[in-house]
């Protein structure tokens, strides 16, 4: 019988806004739970219509509350993921400690499939917190539940990311733009659309106990992803190699501020690259062969960016 209740943690975000309009489109019906219902509700209520979506307000670490909500559940999809911590042991919390919990209540409940959104590349960046977090969190999992499967996608992008349009606002502002490590990071950025449809196949087929790198047609060099961004926004920036003793001492100063751009842990995952790591399918293996090409998406909405919008002059370079 075809699973109908999809209870989804971390909905608000960039993935799952554009998850529960996939999945209710396909006549799934979800619950999404959120940590402020008065803060978030307004964006979540919109993705979905009426009847397909409810909303629940837990605190994440509220056994009971989320024991509850996991009777009504067939499958259950984990989204929750933060970028920095707030404060030391955030990582490990979110990381670590929510997936361990869902996946024994899943196990418990013996729903048809757990399925947790990783990171790609995180197997080698041992020094960073963050990818040791979310490695302990796919261990855990793992040993939990054998119904489980755990998508790593590399970098995400969308007009409704913190990437692309971070940059774009970024670009737009600053005069020149540093680049870490020369800027020679590789990512296999994948576009939102694409890494639904993953997860839409991943609800819907019958395959667990299964990891899959989500990745998009392209590798593209950090250099490279600025460069792009700054001829789809038309303007021209100086792009300067940091060395790296300067580029920590910028983390740490930034990482001051509530929403770091840069952060020290966020700088030795920059080490890594973000591509294929051979160690797992990749959603080539599975056939899904995703098309969506970097420049012509992010074409679509860097329009908000350009001097004169969506009426900008063909290749009007400014400075
Ligand atoms: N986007 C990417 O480029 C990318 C790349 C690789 C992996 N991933 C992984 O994919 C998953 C989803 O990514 P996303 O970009 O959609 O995430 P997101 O927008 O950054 O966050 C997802 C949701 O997590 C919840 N959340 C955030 N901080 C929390 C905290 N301290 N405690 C409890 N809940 C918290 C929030 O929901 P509420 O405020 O509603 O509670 C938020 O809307 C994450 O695990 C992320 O690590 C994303």
Known sequence: MKAKNCLIFGGSGQIGRNLIRKLTKNNYRVTVVTRNIHQKSYIIKTQANVGY??????????????????????????????????????????????????????????????????????????????????????????????????????????????????????????????LYYNGNTKFNPIHVSDLVDIILNTVENKNNNLVVECIGPEILTFKEIIEKILISIQKKRFLIPVPIQIASLTAKLLQLLPNPLLTEDQLKLLKYDNVSTGLYKTNFDFGFNTKKNFDEEINKYSYNWKIGGQFAIKDNIKK
């Open 53 to 178: 979506i409810d909303i629940a307000e837990a605190n994440i670490f509220d056994e009971n509350k989320i024991r509850e909500l996991f009777k009504k559940a067939d499958i259950c999809i984990n989204l929750i993921g933060i970028l920095f911590e707030k404060k030391s042991g955030d990582f490990k919390i979110i990381h670590t400690d929510l997936p361990d919990l869902l996946s024994q209540i899943a196990k418990k409940n013996k729903i048809q499939k757990f399925i947790h959104l990783s990171s790609l590349g995180i197997e080698n960046a041992l020094d960073s917190d963050y990818a040791k977090s979310k490695l302990e969190g796919e261990k855990k999992i793992k040993n939990n539940f054998e119904k489980f499967v755990i998508l790593k996608p590399s970098i995400v992008y969308s007009v409704d990311d913190k990437f692309t349009t971070r940059f774009m606002t970024l670009l737009s502002r600053l005069p020149i733009m540093p």
